[in-house]
């Protein structure tokens, strides 16, 4: 199966918002509500930011937030500060066995 | 505390097999959905397979047949048996449970365990 499709590096500056996307198939994304992303410094364990499209967990800042429009989702990170430099990766569920990860996109601050 | 603790990665060769083991504190496996995510170095994220708490199990299309999940309600752990391994099965191997309010996502993860597959 295909990995869902994300833009390989986006970039802002400290205070701006940067979107990230993440675009399936009606068999993933378009298909459920089932979208999560993750967080990733060099060398650490992925962080979870979103599960369910929008929803935060307990703990993460409300400068992450998520959408979902047809195929594609979104990650919107407003107010960037320096510690968001990271890799961030999206899930979905897909009915094919049950989860695909995101090509994944690095955050750069400049 | 929720804690999962991987152990079980090593070198073999191309060809040979391997079992990862995740042992968890703070739930139980059994009423947990458990994956195995993978990343080899200087890639992405790759999920790999998942047991439902049902006993229901998947796997990505590019371990079928060659991967088997597991677990052990006794001893409170999920292991991944690893055979007919490839170079490209070279990476890091995260366990990971889901969160209560969402299966499909991966809320706890281990520190992983490193698999090098190479002659």
């Known amino acids: 199966q295909s990995a869902l499709t994300q833009p390989a590096s986006v970039s802002g500056s400290p205070g701006q918002s940067i979107t990230i996307s993440c675009t399936g198939t009606?068999?993933?994304?378009?298909?459920?509500?089932?979208v999560s992303w993750y967080q990733q410094h060099p060398g650490k364990v992925p962080k979870l930011l979103i599960f369910?499209?929008?929803n935060r967990p307990s703990g993460v800042s409300d400068r992450f937030s998520g959408s979902e429009s047809g195929n594609t989702a979104s990650l919107i990170i407003s107010g960037l500060q320096a510690e968001d430099a990271a890799d961030y990766y999206c899930?979905?569920?897909?009915?094919?066995?049950?989860?695909?990860f995101g090509t994944g996109t690095r955050v750069t601050v400049l | 505390e929720v804690q999962l603790v991987e152990s079980g990665g090593g070198l073999v060769q191309p060809g040979g097999s391997l079992r990862l083991s995740c042992a968890v504190s703070?739930?139980?496996?059994?009423?947990?959905?458990m994956s195995w995510v993978r990343q080899a170095p200087g890639k992405g994220l790759e999920w790999v397979s998942v047991?439902?708490?049902?006993?229901?199990?998947y796997y990505a299309d590019s371990v079928k047949g060659r991967f088997t999940i597991s677990r052990d309600n006794s001893k409170n752990t999920v292991s991944l048996q690893i055979h007919n391994l490839r170079v490209e099965d070279t990476a890091i191997y995260y366990c990971?449970?889901?969160?209560?309010?969402?299966?499909?996502?991966?809320?706890?993860w281990g520190q992983g365990t490193l698999v090098t597959v190479s002659s």
């Open positions: 899930s979905s569920y897909t009915n094919r066995n049950f989860l695909v």
């Open positions: 703070g739930f139980a496996v059994r009423s947990q959905y």
């Open positions: 369910e499209v929008n």
């Open positions: 009606s068999s993933d994304i378009g298909g459920y509500s089932y």
């Open positions: 990971a449970r889901d969160i209560d309010e969402a299966v499909t996502t991966l809320g706890f």
């Open positions: 047991i439902y708490t049902a006993g229901t199990t």
